[in-house]
């Protein structure tokens, strides 16, 4: 009785992760705040020999007429202070900026970010302005820097405000997850696959089905929740990216194992040719997701040069809930496969019958 109740608590301390994963990703997911963040600036394009004022529109920023902000617009090491930050309420401030020559003469476009230290923290904006660099004679004005910039540490507990993404970035812990965990149940399935054509083992095959019809089903799950990701940032539920098409077609061709399967009568066949036909489509997944998507432009975080799942896509506080979402989801997926497969067993056996 002893070792039952051993053997039992070990068959069964993964569920428990996803009895509290789960809720603890939804809730987290959703109630921690976005940072602040500016979701407009104008002008967009600036030229040397100018003063100039950008207009910034923020989110969730606290702006203060008392607080001691500061600003910088920089290129590489390069950057440069604003001369004054004018305060107009707490959404919206003006920097004013004294623009002589950028230093690399040879440039004649810069791509500038804008540098913000608030009380609550550093903003960030790339590529939030275009600077025209022509020669200019400007004297007495503050001029292009390499000393470090310092910012006051962020004060709050909340995410990262990311422009174009913005709220939407809390997909981040369902629509990754969801592709993470298909990816390693069709993994999961071709093990079952070789042991069946290896050992000719029933439960295998059966094993492998489940794990399949589950992948397929997390599969269409993470392409609906990046459609909808993508008609917010990208505009479109489907603009025809690379990495859009590229999981479509990796799905269709998971959708053909079954076909496959309900088209051969003779059950030994079945198993033998489904078992080759699911090593053949996890050996395509492979290329389909992670590497012909690499080769091409892309909108995709991850491909084409766009990076994904580094520093400037998550934080620390996103590590917190990112992490334990990918772990929920790869249990919740083998453990809807371990139901699937009694599924499939009881209703075999009453067949039989």
């Not at 069709?186 to 042991?195: A, G, K, Q």
């Not at 399949?212 to 269409?220: A, E, Y």
């Amino acid at each position: 009785m002893a070792r039952l109740k051993e053997n039992w608590k070990l068959n069964v301390w993964w569920k428990w992760l996803v009895i509290i994963f789960i809720p603890y990703v939804i809730l987290m997911g959703f109630l921690i705040p976005l940072g602040q963040g500016i979701v407009k600036i104008s002008p967009y394009n600036i030229k040397t020999g100018q003063s100039t004022s950008l207009t910034i529109e923020g989110y969730n920023t606290q702006f203060d007429p008392g607080d001691d902000i500061k600003a910088w617009i920089k290129h590489d090491d390069w950057h440069l202070q604003a001369s004054a930050v004018e305060i107009i309420n707490q959404q919206e401030a003006v920097l004013h900026f004294e623009v002589p020559p950028f230093i690399d003469n040879t440039l004649t476009n810069v791509d500038l970010a804008l540098v913000m230290d608030t009380r609550q923290g550093p903003i960030v904006l790339p590529s939030a302005v275009n600077l025209n660099n022509a020669p200019a004679e400007m004297n007495g004005v503050i001029a292009w820097s390499k000393d470090k910039i310092s910012v006051r540490p962020e004060s709050n507990f909340n995410y990262p405000f990311r422009n174009i993404l913005g709220e939407t970035i809390r997909n981040t812990y369902f629509h990754v997850p969801l592709w993470f965990a298909m990816t390693v149940l069709f993994m999961l399935s071709v093990y079952y696959s070789i042991r069946h054509l290896r050992f000719k083992h029933q439960e295998d095959d059966l094993w492998a089905q489940s794990l399949v019809s589950i992948g397929i089903l997390f599969g269409i799950l993470g392409t609906i929740t990046g459609s909808l990701w993508a008609r917010s940032t990208w505009g479109s539920y489907w603009s025809f990216d690379v990495k859009q098409n590229m999981a479509a077609i990796s799905l269709l061709i998971y959708g053909g194992y079954f076909l496959l399967r309900n088209s051969i009568n003779d059950p030994d066949s079945k198993s033998r040719v489904g078992s080759i036909y699911n090593i053949f489509a996890f050996a395509l997944l492979i290329p389909l997701i992670f590497i012909i998507p690499r080769r091409f432009d892309s909108l995709h975080p991850g491909n084409g040069g766009n990076p994904a799942l580094g520093t400037q896509d998550l934080d620390n506080t996103m590590r917190m809930v990112f992490y334990p979402a990918v772990i929920a989801y790869i249990f919740l997926g083998y453990w809807l496969s371990q139901l699937r497969y009694r599924i499939i067993l009881i209703s075999n056996k009453l067949s039989d019958i």
